[in-house]
């Protein structure tokens, strides 16, 4: 706490709070973690048990409402995102003003925020079946959306949504069908990709959601704001980890080579970080990271090489770490994003898409949050202090008197 008195002339005290690090920001009832124990849960339930029995649109209605859907809730929520898919065709037309080799993150970022240019009929942010509305909207239009970011990056017709599939195999057949040939997705690859998308859907206050909150704050279209929160996604710190860790796996590229790699990540001089590694939150592993290394297993046992050597040289990398002092005296173990990416690979998913399968499961949880912000009846607009330490008071000097 720093007395502000002297700076400012009035009596008070600011919190100063770099990167947040202890300062909460808000209250909020959607997701609990805690991170010396590793525990994560969604509206009260273990991860580890909604990874292992739910499905990814049952877990998008529980931390949208709060509570697991009945039979015919969970089957009305299908049928509304299945039939709000298509995106207007207009919409389909900005791509082509995008660079073939465009990052599919960087066309998100613009076609996501243009949805506010089309869906504007129903913006009253008081209004519940308004917020639903635009919550649907967004987790629906995303994997239509995201397809087509890759469709444009590969020359080839944007697939059109199929209402008679699941939302992870629909999104599989928008990114690898073509007008050719059908896509049949393999159902452990189905399975696979909605446990992703279930343990990716939402973390509480990180960064890209507390962006969602803040421009969301402000009463702004709910549609630029998800926009906002994909572009504090796309960082490496964040969201863009798990395509740097198989930058990073590749670069190593021989389990022989990790030790110099380790020596790079602990020596302070040296900016380089080992990808994947590490969790503002959990100071234990984090239980993500935990199922989404035994589903490797299972994934590339099935689909790919069993041998796989970036997976081995993965888990190698873990070993190392985890006997070195550095590692863990800072608690710094593998994220959710150093295992994501293999399973992403052994898909058939191409790596600079990697982000954007982050930011279509976290659409989930930047809607549930701006949901629960703007409905709460406190809400107002998010402004942090600043503790001022530039110059002081001066005169202006006339161009002829400066030095
Ligand atoms: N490799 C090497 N050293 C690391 C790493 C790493 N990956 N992460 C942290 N450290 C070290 C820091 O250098 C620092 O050391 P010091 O105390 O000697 O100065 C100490 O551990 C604490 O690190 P901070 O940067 O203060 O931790 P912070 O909570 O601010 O950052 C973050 C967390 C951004 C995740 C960090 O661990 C990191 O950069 N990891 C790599 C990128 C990554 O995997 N991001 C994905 C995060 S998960 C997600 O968003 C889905």
Known sequence: A???????????VFTYDPGF?????????????DGNEGILRYRGYPIEQLAEKSTFIEVAYLLLYGELPAAEELNGFRDIITHHTMVNEALLRFFEGYHYDAH????????????AGFYHDSLDIYDSHHRDICAHRLIAKIPTIAAACHKHNIGEPVMYPRNDLSYSANFMHML??????????????????????ILHADHEQNASTSTVRLAGSSGANPFACVAAGITSLWGPAHGGANEAVLKMLEEIG??????????????????????????????????????????????????????????????KLEEIAA???????????PNVDFYSGIIYRALGIPDNMFTVMFAIARTVGWVAHWTEMVSDPHFRIGRPRQI????????YVPMADRG
């Open 323 to 333: 006997n070195d002092e550095y590692f863990l005296e800072r608690k710094l173990y």
């Open 21 to 33: 690090v202890s300062t909460a920001s808000c209250h909020s009832s959607i997701t609990y973690i």
């Open 104 to 115: 599919p993150m960087a066309m998100m970022v613009g076609v996501v925020g243009s949805l």
């Open 254 to 315: 021989h389990v022989g080579n990790i030790d110099k790699y380790i020596a790079r990540a602990k020596d302070k001089d040296d900016p380089y970080r080992l990808m994947g590694f590490g969790h503002r939150v959990y100071k234990n592993y984090d239980p993500r990271a935990r199922i989404i290394r035994s589903v490797c297993h299972q994934v590339l046992d099935k689909l790919a090489d069993s041998n796989n050597p970036l997976f081995e040289m993965a888990l």
């Open 176 to 197: 690898k069908g073509t007008p050719c040939e059908d896509y049949e997705v393999d159902p452990l690859a189905e399975r696979a990709l909605d446990l992703l998308f």
């Open 388 to 395: 001022y330490d530039g110059a002081p008071q001066r005169d």
């Open 2 to 12: 720093i007395d502000i008195t002297r700076l400012y002339g009035q009596a008070g």
